[in-house]
């Protein structure tokens, strides 16, 4: 990759936002670094975002692929040479500057646009989407006192009402927060089940995500009783007879699209059990949430409507830039532990003469306002347009899959539930498989992911692009057809 060099446009300082009218103070809008609020704030960035977007798409056209080729090294040495020295003493100037870092940043990302980019759940974010959170970026509120984002509080409040209603229809108050994803709506589901029970012991299933084993040790509980899986979800035999022989305060939690095959607990047999045993049960759909969309897809989380509380992320099948994450609870009571008074943000009497109380809807205190790209995503496409991209993803997936078994040198591990397909080089060594990947990543040429499940390693793809084409999925099979022939040679 080439770097841009010596000063053009874009090493000068960023022109003045815009001509200070008369008596007005100068220093609204300062030369060399303008701000990006107020009215001429738009006028600042324009020039900028012209930058960024140039630089976006040099990067990209450098990189020719999915991933940058070469591995850490090759990538580390671009860095250094677009980034050092960090802090010189004199600087380049705002533009070049910006198109240097950020043409070197595109040139080096995983592109989860690029068809062949897929393994994990990280999402192409739709360009709605990335277009709204700059207008986030550029407000800057902070969602910790209505005082710091009024608009944004309301815009708030109403869509996660809205979206808690999806997942609980028939609840008279159910109720949302937003949260940075899976991890801190997990780990809320735990912290509210203990200021409820006390010590509570929390049961998993096998394939639940990670953050379910890390809440329990951030928040002093036990360790969380594992439960095995059949065919990759929690069994209910098995839950019924660790719900049988544990006593106390419980909380089991099921999983709506695991992070290893993308699998989705039983969860009305699970419900079924929680409520005999009087336990509470909490479902990570963080990844299988979205499916409420779809009119076609919705019956898989059947159930879901029984949990306590669900965690749900809009930043992997909701194609929203990070962080797009919700913890979603039947009853609004049950985040009343959460309350806390700051008299700086939310004194009594301000909140008794009607100023939102919004201290108590986070873990956080500074809290962007990312509402705002899911706000416009929803009111853009709709219920309608969401489930058109669900359905595409997921039928993506099927037909990935069927490519897999129709290739005699490829073993399937099974259809998938989501868009999550697990398949392995046919007679390999788990040593080779994994080389597979390596060999991939380390070219640039394909991204894919790894799952240790029924006791041997598999390559994972997870299909998140909803525009994925026939071609994009023949050309990943034959790469790694082409690895798995050489490797048989």
Request: proline share 9%.
């Amino acid at each position: 990759m080439s770097t841009p060099s010596a000063p053009d446009p874009r090493s000068s300082p960023v022109p003045a936002a815009a001509a200070t009218a008369p008596g007005e103070a100068a220093a609204t809008s300062p030369g060399p670094a303008p701000l990006a609020g107020g009215t001429h704030g738009p006028d600042a960035l324009r020039p900028l975002i012209g930058l960024v977007l140039e630089a976006l798409r040099e990067g990209a056209a450098d990189r020719g692929g999915p991933l940058p080729p070469g591995g850490p090294p090759s990538v580390a040495a671009q860095v250094r040479q677009a980034a050092e020295p960090v802090l010189p003493d004199q600087g380049i100037g705002a533009g070049d500057a910006l198109h240097r870092l950020v043409r070197t940043m595109a040139y080096g990302a995983a592109d989860p646009a690029d068809p062949l980019c897929a393994a994990h759940l990280h999402t192409p974010p739709l360009a709605l989407a990335v277009a709204a959170d700059l207008a986030a970026c550029a407000l800057n509120q902070s969602l910790d006192s209505w005082d710091q984002a009024p608009a944004a509080s309301e815009l708030e409040h109403l869509v996660v009402g809205a979206l808690a209603a999806e997942v609980y229809p028939d609840a008279p108050e159910p109720d949302a927060l937003v949260t940075t994803g899976g991890t801190e709506s997990n780990q809320l589901a735990l912290l509210l089940a203990r200021e409820r029970h006390g010590a509570i012991q929390v049961i998993c299933g096998a394939g639940s995500h990670h953050s379910v084993q890390r809440a329990a040790w951030l928040l002093g509980l036990p360790a969380p009783v594992v439960v095995p899986a059949g065919g990759g979800t929690l069994d209910p035999v098995a839950l019924d007879e660790a719900l049988t022989e544990l006593h106390g305060p419980r909380l089991v939690v099921a999983t709506a699209g695991t992070t290893d095959s993308g699998r989705i607990d039983p969860l009305p047999e699970i419900a079924a059990l929680c409520e005999r045993h009087g336990v509470e049960l909490h479902v990570d759909a963080a990844y299988g949430g979205p499916l409420l969309f779809s009119e076609r897809h919705r019956p898989a989380l059947a159930g879901l409507e029984h949990a306590d509380s669900v965690t749900l992320d809009l930043h992997k099948l909701g194609w929203q830039p990070v962080a797009a994450g919700l913890f979603v609870v039947r009853e609004r009571s049950r985040l009343g532990p959460l309350a806390i008074t700051a008299d700086y943000l939310n004194p009594d009497d301000d909140t008794e003469a009607g100023l939102p109380d919004l201290l108590g809807r986070s873990l956080r205190t500074t809290r962007r306002p990312d509402v705002l790209k899911v706000a416009v995503t929803l009111r853009a496409l709709g219920r309608s347009g969401l489930a058109e991209l669900v359905d595409a993803t997921l039928a993506s997936a099927g037909d990935f899959a069927a490519l897999v078994a129709a290739n005699g040198r490829l073993e399937l591990w099974d259809s998938p539930t989501l868009s999550t397909v697990l398949f392995r080089p046919r007679d390999a060594t788990d040593e080779q498989t994994a080389a597979v990947r390596r060999t991939l990543l380390s070219s640039g040429r394909a991204v894919l992911g790894r799952a240790h499940v029924d006791g041997r390693l598999w390559l994972k793809v997870t299909l998140l692009n909803p525009y994925t084409t026939a071609d994009d999925q023949r050309r990943l099979v034959n790469l790694v057809t082409e690895l798995v022939e050489g490797t048989h040679r």
